[in-house]
């Protein structure tokens, strides 16, 4: 039986074994696909280990990972909700916060300014691979005014791990308090016109943490006397006996005023409306 026979018109290659042809392609491709399914988070990972190379870091830095999922575990335990967007803005908030401090940022991240606000292309590979791995769970609202998914973690991080010092928990712990409970719509209208790198940024360019103003000075706090522990003691008795000491009676006597003729006279005037 012949496979292949020439035809005449256009010199095309015809076949008489074309379904078949088309069937391994078919098996073939279905293949080709599964592998690319199956590769999907191995391609995140390693845009997340390119990104993080170039900014000086390991890949995959665990403490980013947990950082997002302590952002999403306090928030969701403290009456507030937790979206996408709300989380990216609460990543540029603490890196606003950490730049105030420490003069530079926590994540590293390449903020830009987009047409929703801050945006960094390395938010979502690793959000991505947060939820394929079960670290943060979505789900569908059920609430009309909540549009779009709802992040929550599978197990409660706390906020003291991505950081190396109370202070630095310190910082996103007083951010989340503030701007946890409050709608995602009320946190762009802040992050775009109340933030430094927002307010001073060129669309579509990079942000510039640089302009983020030092961190405000401490509330004031009376210094320490120079006095010994023994001298403020001593004073402080020598006080309590003055206070309780009985006071000496007023050695001022009273004495009633004297009312002239002079005097009379001047109030007859006032009260005759003479004057």
Request: some cysteine; charged content about 30%.
């Amino acid at each position: 039986m012949r496979l292949l026979e020439v035809g005449a018109v256009g010199g095309k290659l015809r076949t008489n074994g074309e379904h078949r042809a088309k069937l391994c392609y078919n098996i073939l491709w279905d293949a080709v696909r599964r592998i690319a399914s199956r590769s999907t988070l191995a391609l995140s990972a390693g845009s997340i280990a390119a990104s993080n190379t170039d900014e000086g870091r390991s890949p995959m830095d665990r403490r980013l990972a947990d950082l997002l999922v302590a952002i999403v575990s306090y928030v969701t335990t403290h009456d507030g909700y937790v979206t996408k967007t709300k989380l990216l803005k609460l990543v540029y908030l603490l890196d606003v916060e950490f730049y105030r401090t420490h003069g530079k940022t926590f994540t590293g991240f390449r903020w830009k300014y987009f047409h929703l606000g801050p945006w960094t292309k390395e938010f979502n590979p690793l959000l991505d691979i947060l939820v394929a791995q079960g670290a943060l769970i979505e789900n569908s609202s059920t609430r009309a005014d909540y549009d779009t998914k709802l992040l929550r973690a599978s197990e409660t991080i706390d906020l003291r791990k991505p950081f190396d010092t109370y202070r630095d928990e310190a910082i996103l712990k007083a951010l989340l308090d503030t701007w946890g409970p409050s709608g995602t719509g009320e946190i762009l209208d802040y992050v775009y016109f109340r933030t430094e790198p927002m307010e001073h940024g060129v669309r579509s360019e990079d942000l510039d943490f640089s302009k983020v103003l030092p961190q405000t000075p401490e509330a004031y706090k009376r210094s320490a006397s120079a006095d010994t522990s023994g001298e403020l003691s001593r004073a402080r008795r020598e006080l309590a006996q003055k206070m309780s000491a009985p006071r000496p009676e007023s050695i001022f006597d009273f004495t009633a005023p004297t009312y002239d003729d002079e005097f009379h006279a001047a109030m007859e005037k006032l009260d005759s409306n003479q004057v």
